[in-house]
């Protein structure tokens, strides 16, 4: 992450947003060819200028959803949350569990969110959130936050899935461009810059749509023991306060559960883990002492009907995809030819049948030196498990040969000295990861330096198992 390219983007500093925010933001908006990026890490340039690049048919986030509206949930009076069982006196995991699984039962959640930061000196950072939710894996999470100014428009955040595609995008490209992939299997596996940091539109509280089987993703016991805090009262409503280290970025956490219902009404963390990753990318003298947030929840509304023109990935006028997939997720993924080192031709739809992973790359990119020893963990785990693995460059033989046996690489490579690849999977930024599932559809489209875990993630989705 580069705090230079803060530097030069006014509109980002514009907004009430606190500076952890504000750097990967930044470093998002960065992830461009020739843009010098950060967060994806990008900072590779484009081939050669004028270079056929394949349209899709249509841009991902522009489709509608396939559901139709007879799809959205029925009214309250015909579908009612479970009671279920009282929620348990005096076991804080209990109590945890008997929350979740009222989540779980949920059709759908509609609710209003208050989000703000306390982060030392600086003037708090605070947001308005809106949740919309319809099993398993439709939602719409938006996030707004004003200009620091009190003038000028609001920066609006979101995260939409139509239950096959998942788009990010903000209302202003510069601070964060348009994003797409394949939708997860639920808010609660849901992985994204946007969904899975706490300063941006993350919330712990989606663990609880999985059901109790997530908390074990959600807790750190080896951290801290599950207890409980002071009970309290929030807008009249008696709520049973629960304590715990969250995994992830969240820390020390504190939820309010109401006592009638199970529902989240409040979530308070210290987000130390954002503070340690702050270190190495932030001038030290910007990193707050402390990074306190509050999420208090109003507006709940259960089991309502929503129309599921809700979920539709539309972007707004003026915002395209920052990086569009060559074809649509769940699409055939466009055949091509490279050559081994050893110089035989190979075809994609050659290993159809497995799960592929794509990495281009080149040996003078930064980002792709760092990212490649996990395609060999990669390779050298799941290559008995169905994965087959193809690193691409477009670079010679002279070049790449050299540079795998210096770095003990034996993962399969080959060259794509024409770019008929590159060009057909759009991959004038590096390192691209793309991932086809045993059909030779497209499942993921990932631009930059990923997470390792976000990549096994998708891999799972292509139907790789884990």
Excluded at 106 to 134: M, V
Aim: glycine share 8%; aromatic share 6%; proline share 9%.
């Amino acid at each position: 992450m580069q705090r230079s390219y803060l530097s030069t983007q006014p509109k980002i500093l514009s907004y009430g947003l606190p500076w952890a925010a504000l750097v990967l933001l930044a470093a998002m908006a960065g992830c461009r060819a020739g843009g010098g990026g950060a967060a994806a890490a990008v900072g590779s340039p484009a081939p050669p200028a004028g270079a056929p690049i394949a349209s899709p048919q249509k841009s991902a986030a522009t489709v509608e959803s396939p559901l139709p509206m007879k799809d959205s949930v029925a009214s309250p009076a015909k579908v009612a949350v479970p009671v279920g069982p009282q929620q348990p006196a005096r076991d804080p995991a209990g109590i945890l569990k008997w929350s979740m699984r009222r989540y779980a039962a949920l059709r759908t959640f509609k609710a209003d969110c208050a989000w703000s930061a306390s982060y030392g000196t600086d003037a708090p950072g605070s947001a308005q959130r809106t949740i919309l939710y319809a099993a398993p894996n439709r939602f719409k999470v938006e996030a707004r936050s004003h200009a620091i100014s009190g003038s000028g428009p609001e920066l609006i955040l979101t995260s939409v899935s139509d239950g096959q595609t998942l788009t990010e995008f903000g209302s202003d490209p510069q601070v964060m461009p348009a994003t797409t992939k394949l939708a997860p299997a639920s808010l609660a596996s849901a992985r994204s810059k946007v969904l899975g940091h706490p300063l941006i539109a993350g919330s712990i509280l989606y663990q609880f749509f999985g059901g109790p089987d997530r908390l074990d993703t959600m807790v750190d016991t080896a951290r801290a023991p599950i207890r409980l805090g002071a009970d309290v009262t929030l807008d009249g409503e008696p709520c049973r306060t629960v304590v715990f280290y969250a995994k992830g970025l969240f820390g020390q956490t504190e939820i309010a559960i109401r006592s009638r219902d199970g529902m989240v009404r409040r979530i308070q963390c210290d987000n130390q883990p954002v503070l340690e990753e702050m270190k190495g990318h932030v001038n030290p003298a910007k990193i707050p002492a402390q990074l306190n947030t509050t999420e208090t929840y109003t507006h709940l509304a259960l089991d309502t009907r929503i129309a599921s023109t809700a979920f539709l990935g539309r972007l707004p006028p003026g915002v395209q995809l920052m990086y569009p997939p060559p074809v649509l997720f769940g699409q055939p993924a466009p055949d091509f030819k490279v050559t081994s080192l050893g110089g035989s031709p190979v075809k994609l739809s050659s290993l159809r049948g497995k799960v592929v992973l794509l990495d281009f790359w080149a040996t003078w990119c930064g980002p792709c030196r760092k990212g490649l020893p996990e395609t060999q963990k990669l390779h050298n785990e799941l290559a008995a498990k169905g994965l087959a693995v193809m690193t691409i460059s477009a670079e010679s033989k002279d070049d790449v040969v050299p540079f795998l046996r210096a770095n003990g690489f034996t993962f399969p490579a080959y060259l794509d000295t024409k770019q008929a690849a590159t060009f057909s999977y759009r991959a004038t930024s590096i390192p691209t990861t793309v991932i086809i599932d045993r059909q030779g559809r497209l499942s993921a489209y990932m631009v930059g330096l990923q997470d390792p875990e976000d990549v096994r993630e998708e891999l799972k989705k292509a139907g790789l198992r884990i």
